[in-house]
């Protein structure tokens, strides 16, 4: 395309010939800013002692607060309670969600209303997700409770028990993220060819056949994305603990991210906050890079 | 072979009742949740905590609505939330729409244009914990802290990788032909952009902005840390104030709960066509 070929003023040839850089300009510097600056910070603090109080000058104790992560048995809980809940929320999301977007596909198409009201939980603001679900697993007036006694089954304390405090908080998350991989799969399905269906209904191939030898390879690329995003997601879950069971009871529910805001905000361990901080940007680093290679965003 | 055709008929409408079973379910299992937070927040503390549930049967009072509206600052709360949501939205759809479209349209050396989109869509996926700690220390020396100014900067870094990838992608999407007429016209190419590419970018900048208020009215963490005194408090972070270590304001915050969901509703039947395209880029959460 011809750039600026016989414009009107010197300063309107500047801003045409510049015009790339000008409009990318802004955001870039914003972006920069926010983003580089806390990373460089991270990385400083993370081989320093950071005090509470900032009169105090921080001490170089190199790789100290990377070692404390190796024998720190909060943090190893945390780590494994992310794992857990990632693993746990995300399977049953997946399979949830694909099962009824694969149901809408061949039997519901055409009902945009009722597939919109279906997304909502999604889109609700966490912390009205996070008040219901603590609403209904109240041990003494919740719902939960009231359907188990109706049902003859023992009552339980919920978010206030151990064992079951997890639980609490991936089937509030399945709740509010099922609709997620629905949506995406509900996209994906629309978007199938319609000729290797036929080629298969001709050569008699059944339904579970057509599912797995088509319908599966077809999603493949749409399954992934919805894995991936979901699982990197997960992996910052904090606002669902954050108010069902602040990491209670016992730290049975302390997750990677509710453990860096403690240490950063109640214990203010910044040096050790920002090591732990680093770890998770390394696993999500890797995990966002290989998306978005595979998935070819950035092309 | 008619019998096999009959017994396949029957077996499809098995499996349509089933279907329809199924979806009736999932809307009971998505629309409860909703009907009890909003119901409750019409109910008098007795029946709130009454044993059994009480499901329909009550008499409707708006007391957790003046309490927490009117006695207490839940108004200033949302005040706070919509005015940094508004802000948010403005700042990240001007400078996002113009790098998005710097991006769609102009040629770059080597593979400048991959690394760009590369490292701002990695900057996307950042957890924010990460970033939030230093964050909070820089507005704290710079004495941003609990100030909407503070918030709106840290949202519009959260915001702006969306915005960039989304108008990128809508711009992609657009016929080139007509901003070239009008160059050849005798248009600059700002002129170009302005009069041409972003009249038509119209419904996706609408779809944009609705996903970057929804964005910005929800977020959680970061309010959190940033935002402590009565007078800066979002919403979300009103609402998780009052459920404290003794006490649970059950009323209060579903009544606030509710009021906060109300829009979001709106929005998301709006959105509804572009949702899969913005939530294949975390259109809802940070």
Partial sequence: MPVGVGLGSPGERWRERHLRVLMLAPALTILGALTLFPTLYMFTASVQRVSADPGVPRAFVGLDNFIRMASDSQFHVGLLNTIIFTACAVTVEFLLGLGLALLFDRFIRHFNFLKTVLMIPMMLPPIAVAITWKLIYQPQFGVLNELMYRLGLPLRAWAGDVHLAMFTIIL?????????????????LASLPVEPYEAAEIDGASAWQQFWDLTLPFLKPVIAIALLLRAMDAMRLFDLVFILTGGGPANSTIVL??????????????????????????VTTVLSTWFIKRMKLAD | ?????????????????????????????????????????????????????????FSPTLKHYYAAFVERPFLIYAMNSMIIAVLTTLVSLVFGTMAGYALARFQYPGR?????????????????????????????????????????????????????????SYFQDLPVELEEAAIVDGDTRWGAFLHVALPLARPGLAATAIFCLILSWNEFLLALILTQTEQSVTLPIGIAGRVTQYTTYWGEISAAGFLASIPIVIFAFIVQRHLVRGLSLGAIKG
Avoid: C, H
């Fill in chain 1, 172 to 188: 509030a998350d399945i709740w509010e993220w099922t609709p997620f991989v629905f949506l995406l799969m509900l996209a994906g």
């Fill in chain 1, 257 to 282: 991210s509710l453990y860096i805001f403690q240490v950063a905000f109640r214990f203010v361990d910044i040096g050790y906050a920002a090591a732990i901080s680093l770890f998770v940007l390394a």
């Fill in chain 2, 1 to 57: 072979m008619g019998a096999i055709r009959t017994r396949n008929r029957g077996r499809e409408r098995a499996l349509r009742w089933l279907a329809y079973a199924v979806a009736a379910l999932a809307l009971l299992w998505t629309l409860f949740p909703i009907y009890w937070i909003g119901i409750n927040s019409f109910k008098l503390d007795l029946d709130i905590f009454a044993v059994p549930p009480v499901w329909f049967d």
């Fill in chain 2, 112 to 168: 400048w244009r991959y690394n760009i989109s590369f490292w701002i869509l990695s900057t996307r996926m950042m957890p924010p914990i990460v970033t939030i700690i230093p964050l909070f220390i820089f507005f704290g020396t710079v004495n941003l802290l609990n100030t909407k100014t503070a918030v709106v900067i840290a949202y519009t870094a959260f915001n702006l990788p969306f915005v960039i990838w989304m108008m990128k």
